[in-house]
């Protein structure tokens, strides 16, 4: 299976702080994503990238940023962290031929 | 963009009954379609996945159906069990330059022992 770790797993901040989330990943895959999840919406995408330096929106971008300066990590960044981007957050990569995603294991993102 | 839209949001089922979920999309230009089960505080698993070129695909207890025409596709799984009960997701992507997938808003499957 190919190796993806997000970290921090749990993170609490404040209202107005900035943020950064970190996938990882220990394969040379070309293709990361950065969904969040919650209830009722499912996973809604909020950027991606498809290379080093190369990046785009997802539908819900507003307030977020990504940099991806090394094949191996994807950040994202909560610039001044609101409450309404609680969430968890889900890094994915897209592996080999097929299109199928493998998932990391989230990150808990509560802001109050 | 794509618009997926997955029904029933809750599912509960006998142990051994079949459960099938359902799901539309909205581009016709969409060609490929996986599955996802997700388990409580872990991130989602591909279970299965079809492409608009096959109709239907079966791996054991689990199977997939695609309608082109009218833009739907289904999950069907026989005999379920106990460990069958998680968040199950489907998904579109027209995007397959960059395989960006949009996601419905999940299924919430209770298979009762």
């Known amino acids: 299976d190919a190796g993806i770790t997000q970290s921090p797993r749990h993170k609490v901040t404040e209202t107005g702080t900035p943020v950064t989330l970190r996938c990882h990943q220990t394969e040379n895959h070309r293709y990361m994503y950065w969904y969040r999840q919650d209830p009722g919406h499912g996973l809604r995408l909020i950027h991606y990238?498809?290379?080093?330096?190369?990046?785009d929106k997802g539908e819900v971008s507003d307030g977020y940023s990504v940099s991806r300066s090394k094949t191996e990590d994807f950040l994202l960044t909560l610039e001044s962290a609101t409450s309404s981007q609680t969430s968890v957050y889900f890094c994915a990569i897209s592996t080999g031929g097929s299109y199928g995603y493998t998932f990391g294991s989230g990150t808990r993102l509560t802001v109050v | 963009g794509e618009n997926v839209e997955q029904h029933p949001s809750t599912l509960s089922v006998q142990e051994g009954d079949s459960a099938v979920i359902k799901c539309t999309y909205s581009d016709s230009a969409s060609n490929y379609f996986p599955w996802y089960k997700q388990e409580l505080g872990k991130g989602p698993q591909l279970i299965i996945d079809i492409r608009s070129n096959v109709g239907e695909k079966k791996d054991q207890r689990i199977a997939v159906t695609l309608n082109k025409t009218a833009k739907h596709f289904s999950l069907h799984i026989t005999e379920t069990q106990p460990e069958d009960s998680a968040v199950y997701f489907c998904a579109a992507t027209s995007d397959t330059g960059r395989r960006a997938l949009t996601f419905g808003s999940g299924t919430r499957l209770q298979v009762q022992p």
């Open positions: 990238s498809y290379g080093v330096k190369d990046t």
